[in-house]
Protein backbone atom coordinates (compact mmCIF):
# COMPACT_ATOMS: atom_id res chain seq x y z
CA UNK A 1 0.00 0.00 0.00
CA UNK A 2 1.18 3.58 -0.90
CA UNK A 3 1.85 6.25 1.75
CA UNK A 4 -0.57 8.52 0.60
CA UNK A 5 -2.89 5.48 1.70
CA UNK A 6 -1.38 4.56 4.56
CA UNK A 7 -1.47 8.09 5.87
CA UNK A 8 -5.10 8.91 5.20
CA UNK A 9 -6.74 5.63 6.27
CA UNK A 10 -4.68 5.23 9.72
CA UNK A 11 -7.00 6.61 12.63
CA UNK A 12 -7.25 6.15 16.17
CA UNK A 13 -8.58 2.79 17.28
CA UNK A 14 -9.59 2.37 21.36
CA UNK A 15 -10.75 -0.87 21.50
CA UNK A 16 -8.71 -3.94 20.33
CA UNK A 17 -10.05 -7.90 19.52
CA UNK A 18 -7.63 -10.09 21.89
CA UNK A 19 -6.25 -11.96 19.04
CA UNK A 20 -2.73 -12.06 18.88
CA UNK A 21 -0.63 -10.62 16.30
CA UNK A 22 1.28 -12.85 14.57
CA UNK A 23 4.59 -13.44 15.06
CA UNK A 24 6.27 -12.24 11.80
CA UNK A 25 4.46 -9.05 11.93
CA UNK A 26 6.17 -8.53 15.45
CA UNK A 27 9.38 -9.43 14.22
CA UNK A 28 9.21 -6.66 11.78
CA UNK A 29 8.52 -3.82 14.59
CA UNK A 30 11.11 -5.29 16.99
CA UNK A 31 13.50 -5.30 14.45
CA UNK A 32 13.01 -1.82 13.88
CA UNK A 33 12.44 -1.03 17.09
CA UNK A 34 16.24 -2.52 18.06
CA UNK A 35 17.05 -0.12 15.13
CA UNK A 36 15.73 2.90 16.26
CA UNK A 37 17.14 1.81 20.18
CA UNK A 38 20.76 1.19 19.11
CA UNK A 39 20.42 4.62 16.39
CA UNK A 40 18.70 7.25 18.37
CA UNK A 41 19.54 6.37 21.66
CA UNK A 42 16.29 5.40 23.06
CA UNK A 43 14.83 2.65 24.86
CA UNK A 44 11.18 1.37 23.30
CA UNK A 45 9.95 -1.27 24.42
CA UNK A 46 7.00 -3.70 23.11
CA UNK A 47 4.86 -5.60 25.36
CA UNK A 48 2.27 -8.08 23.81
CA UNK A 49 -0.58 -9.67 24.95
CA UNK A 50 -0.92 -8.22 28.23
CA UNK A 51 -4.48 -8.07 29.47
CA UNK A 52 -3.70 -6.13 32.26
CA UNK A 53 -2.12 -3.36 30.59
CA UNK A 54 -5.43 -1.14 30.32
CA UNK A 55 -7.71 -3.24 32.78
CA UNK A 56 -7.66 -0.40 35.26
CA UNK A 57 -7.91 2.55 33.60
CA UNK A 58 -11.67 3.65 32.98
CA UNK A 59 -12.36 6.92 30.54
CA UNK A 60 -15.49 8.76 31.08
CA UNK A 61 -16.59 7.14 27.55
CA UNK A 62 -15.89 3.38 28.47
CA UNK A 63 -12.45 1.66 29.03
CA UNK A 64 -9.40 1.64 26.83
CA UNK A 65 -9.21 -2.50 25.62
CA UNK A 66 -5.62 -3.08 24.09
CA UNK A 67 -3.40 -5.26 24.57
CA UNK A 68 -0.17 -4.64 22.88
CA UNK A 69 1.88 -1.60 23.21
CA UNK A 70 5.32 -0.07 22.60
CA UNK A 71 6.43 1.73 25.66
CA UNK A 72 8.65 5.69 24.24
CA UNK A 73 11.13 5.64 26.93
CA UNK A 74 14.17 7.46 26.61
CA UNK A 75 16.99 9.57 28.63
CA UNK A 76 15.90 12.63 31.01
CA UNK A 77 18.58 14.70 30.04
CA UNK A 78 18.11 14.28 26.13
CA UNK A 79 16.48 17.25 25.26
CA UNK A 80 15.10 16.13 22.01
CA UNK A 81 13.53 13.02 23.51
CA UNK A 82 9.82 13.83 23.41
CA UNK A 83 10.35 14.50 19.74
CA UNK A 84 12.33 11.66 19.12
CA UNK A 85 9.56 9.59 20.34
CA UNK A 86 7.07 11.58 18.45
CA UNK A 87 8.76 11.14 15.07
CA UNK A 88 10.17 7.33 15.10
CA UNK A 89 7.28 6.47 16.84
CA UNK A 90 5.04 8.09 14.25
CA UNK A 91 7.11 5.93 11.90
CA UNK A 92 6.34 2.51 13.99
CA UNK A 93 2.65 3.61 13.64
CA UNK A 94 2.70 4.14 9.70
CA UNK A 95 4.37 0.51 9.57
CA UNK A 96 1.61 -0.78 11.83
CA UNK A 97 -1.08 0.36 9.17
CA UNK A 98 0.84 -1.20 6.45
CA UNK A 99 0.54 -4.45 8.46
CA UNK A 100 -3.13 -4.32 8.98
CA UNK A 101 -2.61 -3.39 12.54
CA UNK A 102 -4.30 -0.37 14.31
CA UNK A 103 -2.88 2.10 16.84
CA UNK A 104 -3.30 4.70 19.20
CA UNK A 105 -1.05 7.35 20.66
CA UNK A 106 -1.24 7.67 24.20
CA UNK A 107 -0.63 10.35 26.96
CA UNK A 108 -2.91 10.16 29.45
CA UNK A 109 -5.55 7.75 29.28
CA UNK A 110 -3.45 5.03 31.10
CA UNK A 111 -2.03 3.58 33.81
CA UNK A 112 1.44 3.91 33.95
CA UNK A 113 1.92 1.57 37.04
CA UNK A 114 0.11 -1.08 35.31
CA UNK A 115 2.97 -1.82 32.37
CA UNK A 116 5.33 -4.12 32.08
CA UNK A 117 8.64 -2.51 30.90
CA UNK A 118 11.25 -1.03 33.06
CA UNK A 119 12.86 2.53 33.32
CA UNK A 120 15.65 2.92 34.33
CA UNK A 121 16.40 5.83 37.07
CA UNK A 122 18.13 7.58 34.23
CA UNK A 123 15.33 7.32 32.26
CA UNK A 124 11.60 8.81 31.40
CA UNK A 125 8.81 7.01 29.82
CA UNK A 126 7.32 9.67 27.80
CA UNK A 127 4.12 8.24 26.30
CA UNK A 128 3.08 4.81 24.67
CA UNK A 129 1.10 3.66 21.19
CA UNK A 130 -1.42 0.88 21.65
CA UNK A 131 -1.69 -1.50 18.66
CA UNK A 132 -3.53 -4.46 17.54
CA UNK A 133 -6.24 -5.90 15.56
CA UNK A 134 -9.33 -2.39 16.09
CA UNK A 135 -12.87 -3.56 16.36
CA UNK A 136 -13.02 -0.14 14.45
CA UNK A 137 -10.76 1.19 11.86
CA UNK A 138 -11.34 4.84 13.66
CA UNK A 139 -12.97 8.26 12.12
CA UNK A 140 -10.86 11.39 10.21
CA UNK A 141 -9.88 13.93 12.45
CA UNK A 142 -11.26 18.08 11.98
CA UNK A 143 -8.68 19.24 10.34
CA UNK A 144 -7.35 23.05 11.04
CA UNK A 145 -6.92 24.56 7.11
CA UNK A 146 -3.16 25.40 5.98
CA UNK A 147 -2.93 28.58 5.80
CA UNK A 148 -3.82 28.45 9.97
CA UNK A 149 -0.59 26.07 10.36
CA UNK A 150 1.52 27.61 7.45
CA UNK A 151 2.51 30.76 5.46
CA UNK A 152 1.81 28.83 2.14
CA UNK A 153 0.38 30.77 -0.58
CA UNK A 154 -0.79 30.74 -3.90
CA UNK A 155 3.13 31.00 -5.38
CA UNK A 156 4.30 28.54 -2.81
CA UNK A 157 6.44 25.32 -4.40
CA UNK A 158 3.91 22.32 -4.42
CA UNK A 159 6.34 20.06 -2.02
CA UNK A 160 5.32 22.78 0.47
CA UNK A 161 1.53 22.46 0.08
CA UNK A 162 1.92 18.83 -0.23
CA UNK A 163 4.17 18.69 3.50
CA UNK A 164 1.21 20.52 4.88
CA UNK A 165 -0.98 18.64 3.65
CA UNK A 166 0.35 15.98 5.48
CA UNK A 167 1.03 16.99 8.22
CA UNK A 168 -2.34 18.27 8.83
CA UNK A 169 -3.29 14.31 8.41
CA UNK A 170 -1.10 13.57 11.32
CA UNK A 171 -2.35 12.70 15.14
CA UNK A 172 -1.58 15.56 17.62
CA UNK A 173 -2.64 14.91 20.95
CA UNK A 174 -6.05 16.12 21.71
CA UNK A 175 -6.22 16.70 18.05
CA UNK A 176 -5.07 19.87 18.81
CA UNK A 177 -2.42 20.98 15.71
CA UNK A 178 -0.69 23.39 17.18
CA UNK A 179 1.98 23.95 14.69
CA UNK A 180 3.30 26.25 12.27
CA UNK A 181 5.44 26.15 9.12
CA UNK A 182 7.47 28.66 7.80
CA UNK A 183 8.67 28.71 4.78
CA UNK A 184 11.94 30.74 4.03
CA UNK A 185 13.77 30.00 0.34
CA UNK A 186 14.38 26.21 0.33
CA UNK A 187 14.62 25.97 4.25
CA UNK A 188 11.62 25.16 6.40
CA UNK A 189 10.61 26.09 10.20
CA UNK A 190 8.85 24.52 12.55
CA UNK A 191 7.55 25.83 15.31
CA UNK A 192 5.55 24.25 17.95
CA UNK A 193 2.46 25.91 20.50
CA UNK A 194 1.70 25.70 23.48
CA UNK A 195 -0.32 22.46 24.86
CA UNK A 196 0.25 18.81 26.07
CA UNK A 197 2.69 17.05 24.25
CA UNK A 198 3.11 19.83 21.91
CA UNK A 199 6.86 18.03 21.31
CA UNK A 200 5.56 14.73 20.70
CA UNK A 201 3.08 16.28 18.48
CA UNK A 202 6.11 17.93 16.34
CA UNK A 203 8.20 14.98 16.31
CA UNK A 204 5.24 13.47 14.52
CA UNK A 205 4.30 16.38 12.06
CA UNK A 206 7.67 16.44 11.31
CA UNK A 207 7.71 12.90 9.70
CA UNK A 208 4.48 13.31 8.18
CA UNK A 209 6.13 16.53 6.88
CA UNK A 210 9.13 15.22 5.50
CA UNK A 211 6.91 12.03 3.70
CA UNK A 212 4.58 14.65 1.49
CA UNK A 213 6.98 17.20 0.93
CA UNK A 214 10.19 14.95 0.04
CA UNK A 215 13.56 15.32 2.27
CA UNK A 216 15.36 16.69 -0.91
CA UNK A 217 13.24 19.62 -1.57
CA UNK A 218 13.94 21.24 1.68
CA UNK A 219 16.14 21.53 4.40
CA UNK A 220 15.04 22.20 8.31
CA UNK A 221 15.62 25.86 9.80
CA UNK A 222 17.37 24.99 13.46
C1 LIG B 1 1.06 12.85 21.58
C2 LIG B 1 -0.33 12.27 21.59
C3 LIG B 1 -0.94 11.92 22.77
C4 LIG B 1 -2.23 11.35 22.77
N1 LIG B 1 -2.79 10.95 23.96
C5 LIG B 1 -4.01 10.35 23.95
C6 LIG B 1 -4.57 9.84 25.17
O1 LIG B 1 -4.00 9.95 26.24
N2 LIG B 1 -5.78 9.22 25.10
C7 LIG B 1 -6.47 9.06 23.91
O2 LIG B 1 -7.55 8.47 23.94
N3 LIG B 1 -5.96 9.53 22.74
C8 LIG B 1 -4.75 10.16 22.73
N4 LIG B 1 -4.20 10.60 21.55
C9 LIG B 1 -4.91 10.43 20.28
C10 LIG B 1 -5.47 11.76 19.74
O3 LIG B 1 -6.62 12.14 20.46
C11 LIG B 1 -5.76 11.58 18.23
O4 LIG B 1 -4.58 11.25 17.58
C12 LIG B 1 -6.34 12.85 17.63
O5 LIG B 1 -7.61 13.12 18.16
C13 LIG B 1 -6.45 12.72 16.09
O6 LIG B 1 -7.20 11.60 15.73
P1 LIG B 1 -6.61 10.46 14.79
O7 LIG B 1 -5.41 9.86 15.46
O8 LIG B 1 -7.74 9.49 14.64
O9 LIG B 1 -6.22 11.09 13.48
C14 LIG B 1 -2.93 11.17 21.54
C15 LIG B 1 -2.29 11.55 20.34
C16 LIG B 1 -1.01 12.08 20.35
C17 LIG B 1 -0.35 12.40 19.05
Known amino acids: M ?26 ILSARIAEINSTHGVHFQMVTEDPEAFSNFILHYGRLEAYNYIALIGNKKDATLDEKCGYYGEELVLKMQELGLNSCWLALTYSKK ?5 VAKDERLVLIIAFGYGMNQGMGHKKKTPQEVSNLAADSPAWFAKGVEYALLAPT ?39 GAGKENFLWQE
Request: charged share 30%; aromatic share 10%.
Open 2 to 27: DIDTLIRERHSVRKYYDHPVEENKLA
Open 114 to 118: SLKVS
Open 173 to 211: AVNQQKFYFTLDGDKVKLKAGHGPSTKVDLGIVKYHFEL
